[in-house]
């Protein structure tokens, strides 16, 4: 199979995974001739397919991964297709987490439903956030109906991918009373849907009182304008015993119904949309004066000429911007 | 008196500070001809003067106005010319202070050596901070000795003026060894000579315990190689009093001389020549998308197709930038 932005676009409406997982190869690389074909892709398939667009975090010992293969198993088995993008800046520096996804979601990789694929190794942040919006348009066009983008709960990750999806799903421990002041305020106004995990064995107890400690907490927010009555709600699951995943489906799925009669959720989408496509727009500008030789060469000359006090360097900066028209 | 650059030129080169102020208020101005008129003003004035730039932080309370009240007076006594320029992102915010620098330093503002310049009152921090560089050339081709760069030590304010000074003096209150801890390291680290401040009546012997501390704590700093031995230096002074004054400059001096014999106060100046022209392109480049009208109606355009799912936000990103060429 040949990998021009054509037979990827065909494999990928067509479905296959393949052709999706080599889609995203491309899409992640960072040489000139395969961005050209990169966008070559994304032009043939934007605006394709109906996904769910579901962020969720939580703390490493959560037990993400359960979760995540407990879910996305009950999805499947309801004839559902699930994509997994994981955005973990950790795994970014290292160049790819250790144990690897796949291993860690073992039943749902081998899963022909399933589509599960690890953080890209980018150098920077800026760099995961574009590759995984990009994945997603491809993930989507491959006919998936959930696409769940797991990120670590710490940092900055939450808020980039936030601006990426359609609801939020913050994943919890059953926790103490005090521990409850130890999740930021920050974190809390962005999810959707709180699950309290392990609500199972000795553990219950605890999950359902941390349950309701977190309603209580939720209470005390001001409601937002983009949430139904009841929400954002905190809720309890097993991703052990399977149980209460259905029930948070169909909560995220009358969440997300409510907002697109409401309309906030196209809105969403239009604004998440324009404001990425600004952020390429002055990424690229900025990219430029690294990338173009003849540019930074100019860049290097009048910077020197400023480092010896030739020149002030607003003046400088000044014939630089009409070099660059 | 016309307001031409080279009119402006020729006065602050013959050290008239009315022509000086004209200056900084054709360089704070944000209209198109004003901003032409004065990069021809910096490129008359670029390298000239032999100005020490010295940063100083303090919190709110800690004596400010009254140190740089005495020992601007002890300086410009000694025949020497003082600028003060405020960098001051509450007064940004108001549009100026309330109280005014000039009625905080009453007498320094009277000297005809000396020179007061409030915080222009710009939008954001980064507008701030370009005025206030552009002002410092000002000063340094009015024949200014030193020029002081005044800060509150809340926020990012200090790492923006760190960036654009010599050197940097921390003024510090007296106090016990708890609230020793207080001081964020990152601003320990920033501070190259670090003065107590109030070393007088009752307060005398706090002051002097709390140098103690300080030295201390200084020297569990790791030696940085742009500092000879015994720097960062923790030291006593009373503005009020007019005490230990006189040490401060010395110290001040022979850093500054010792910087200059080693190589590190050179290098260090055209490190942030070059840095503030780079950001200098990157801001100009990135002015354009919001300010060019013809600019802006094609990225509303494409950004408008965008959100409207018609085209993927990186391929119109690839045209916009086409566009830009």
Same mark, same amino acid.
């Not at 494999?11 to 992640?28: F, V």
């Not at 293969?69 to 499947?76: K, N, P």
């Not at 790819?96 to 039943?107: A, V, Y």
């Not at 000429?305 to 028209?325: H, K």
């Given at each position: 199979m040949r990998n021009t932005a054509e037979d990827l676009a065909q494999?990928?409406?067509?479905?296959?995974?393949?052709?999706?997982?080599?889609?995203?190869?491309?899409?992640?690389s960072n040489r000139a001739d395969h961005r050209a074909e990169a966008l070559r892709l994304l032009d043939?398939?934007?605006?394709?397919?109906?996904?769910?667009?579901?962020?969720?975090? +939580?703390?490493?010992?959560v037990g993400k991964s359960t979760f995540i293969?407990?879910?996305?198993?009950?999805?499947?088995g309801q004839g559902k297709k699930v994509a997994v993008l994981a955005v973990d800046p950790s795994s970014a520096r290292s160049g790819?987490?250790?144990?690897?996804?796949?291993?860690?979601?073992?039943?749902l990789s081998r899963d022909p439903n399933a589509f599960i694929r690890p953080s890209p190794s980018q150098a920077h942040l800026g760099g995961v956030a574009r590759r995984t919006r990009e994945a997603i348009l491809l993930c989507e066009a491959a006919g998936f109906d959930l696409i769940l983008i797991e990120t670590v709960g710490v940092g900055q990750s939450e808020t980039l991918v936030a601006d990426m999806v359609d609801l939020f799903v913050l994943l919890m421990a059953p926790a103490g009373g005090d521990e409850l002041q130890g999740v930021k305020r920050g974190i809390m106004e962005m999810a959707d849907i709180l699950l309290v995990n392990k609500a199972d064995g000795d553990l219950k107890m605890t999950a359902m009182r941390t349950v309701a400690d977190y309603a209580g907490a939720l209470r005390l927010l001001r409601?937002?304008? *983009?949430?139904?009555? +009841?929400?954002?709600?905190?809720?309890?699951?097993?991703?052990?015993?399977?149980? +209460?995943?259905?029930?948070?489906?169909d909560e995220i799925c009358a969440l997300a119904q409510w907002r697109k009669e409401e309309g906030?959720?196209?809105?969403?989408?239009?604004? *998440?949309?324009?404001?990425?496509?600004?952020?390429?727009?002055r990424e690229g500008l900025l990219a430029r004066l690294r990338t173009d030789p003849e540019i930074r060469a100019k860049m290097a000359g009048l910077g020197d000429?400023?480092? *010896?006090?030739?020149?002030?360097?607003?003046?400088?900066?000044?014939?630089?911007?009409?070099?660059?028209?």
């Open positions: 494999g990928i409406l067509a479905g296959d995974r393949r052709a999706l997982a080599r889609g995203i190869t491309l899409i992640e043939m398939l934007a605006g394709q397919g109906a996904a769910l667009r579901v962020g969720l975090s +939580g703390t490493p010992g293969e407990s879910f996305g198993l009950m999805l499947t790819g987490s250790i144990l690897g996804d796949k291993t860690r979601m073992e039943q409601k937002r304008p *983009q949430d139904p009555e +009841g929400f954002p709600k905190a809720m309890a699951v097993s991703a052990l015993e399977e149980a +209460g995943l259905e029930k948070a489906w906030f959720f196209a809105t969403r989408r239009a604004e *998440q949309a324009r404001h990425w496509f600004e952020a390429e727009v000429q400023v480092a *010896q006090g030739r020149t002030a360097p607003a003046v400088a900066a000044a014939s630089m911007l009409n070099l660059l028209g």
